[in-house]
């Protein structure tokens, strides 16, 4: 009788990193509502809806007209008063008017300085600026219309860096630490990315059982928007010298997990093992190999402790996944 054909692999040493899978979805760590800080007639306006503008950039300009006609009467009446002022101070010195003349100039003074200060203010806040660099939306002003203080002019949302946020499970939430580095891609396999833990919920949420978590991304290129979801990784250990084989190749026997080996005779050993951590089409030996046999992965079925085989090597169908879990789209990270 011919040997039985079997496909087999070589149970490798290697180190594996450990990770934590889950899905999350970016945010923005700073939306804004733009509003006038005076009232006034929109003369300028340069806020389209989904533009990217630095920080400072002009998003308005109101008519200047009358805040300057109001600076001009400051920069008078400040004028008169210092020199009032000074008209009345070497009199007082000298005896010729009372305390409270010296006083009144003073006082008008230091009003006609404030009422200058806030006047120059005023003039400034013609120009509605953007308090940080970010994408434009939710514009509510138009050009030509006169808008009263606290009036809002367009929404901004800063989009570089974005925050990240995804759920760990309760039983992982020891693993997390804040400075973690987080690897992951929008949706199925879209963008790839990766950014760093920087905040952690204390309390795990009752009604999911999950911790949430917060990482920074950063977003150079522009390409991440807030209200994006993404599958993330993050590694949380390894596993240093693992044994690993094929996941077809464990065999499971009641309570009991068995390998079976072909040594260069082709004959077969049959080896129980005790397994370690399950990967997606890898799995850990903790216990029964030492690493390097012959181990077979399809066609096991009808091989025996002691028979012969044709091993020819396994063909997998997908490359092992280097992370704990199967989740649908891990093969992306």
């Known amino acids: ?14 180190s594996i990193p450990i990770a934590i899978s889950a899905v999350g979805s970016f945010q923005s760590p700073e939306t804004a509502t733009v509003a006038a800080d005076v009232a006034g007639l929109i003369v300028s306006l340069d806020a389209p809806e989904g533009r990217l503008v630095a920080k400072g950039h002009v998003l308005a300009r109101l008519d200047p007209s009358t805040s300057k006609a109001s600076l001009q009467v400051t920069e008078a009446r400040e004028r008169n008063a210092r020199a009032e002022l000074e008209r009345v101070k070497p009199l007082y010195e000298d005896g010729v008017v009372p305390r409270s003349t010296y006083d009144d100039a003073v006082a008008e003074l230091e009003v006609a300085q404030g009422m200058l200060a806030e006047s ?15 994408v434009l939306s939710l514009k509510s002003a138009q050009l030509g219309e006169y808008v009263s203080s606290g009036d809002a002019i367009v929404q901004i949302t800063k989009v570089q860096p974005l925050e990240l946020v995804f759920g760990v499970p309760e039983g992982d939430a020891g693993k997390i630490r804040v400075g973690q580095t987080v690897e992951g891609h929008v949706g199925r396999c879209g963008e790839a990315f990766s950014g760093r833990i920087e905040a952690i919920d204390p309390s795990v949420e009752i009604t999911t059982r999950t911790l949430q978590v917060q990482a920074r991304v950063a ?31 464990l065999i499971q026997q009641g309570t009991r997990y068995l390998v079976y080996a072909v040594d260069a005779a082709g004959t077969v050993s049959e080896h129980e093992v005790s397994p370690g951590e399950f990967l997606s089409d890898m799995v850990e030996i903790k216990k029964g190999l030492q690493g390097g046999e012959t181990v077979i992965v399809a066609g096991h079925q009808k091989a025996r402790p002691g028979s012969q085989v044709a091993p ?21 990270l």
């Open 1 to 14: 009788m011919p040997p039985l054909p079997v496909e087999v692999a070589t149970a490798d040493r290697t």
């Open 219 to 249: 977003n150079d290129q522009g390409v991440l928007r807030p209200g994006m979801s993404a599958r993330v990784r993050v590694v949380v250990g390894s596993l240093g010298d693992a044994i690993l084989i094929p996941r077809p190749a």
């Open 120 to 134: 120059t203010t005023r003039v400034g806040k013609n120009e509605v600026r953007a308090p940080f660099a970010g």
């Open 312 to 332: 020819q090597p396994w063909t997998p169908v997908n490359n092992p996944l280097l992370n704990l879990g199967d989740q649908e789209g891990e093969d992306c």
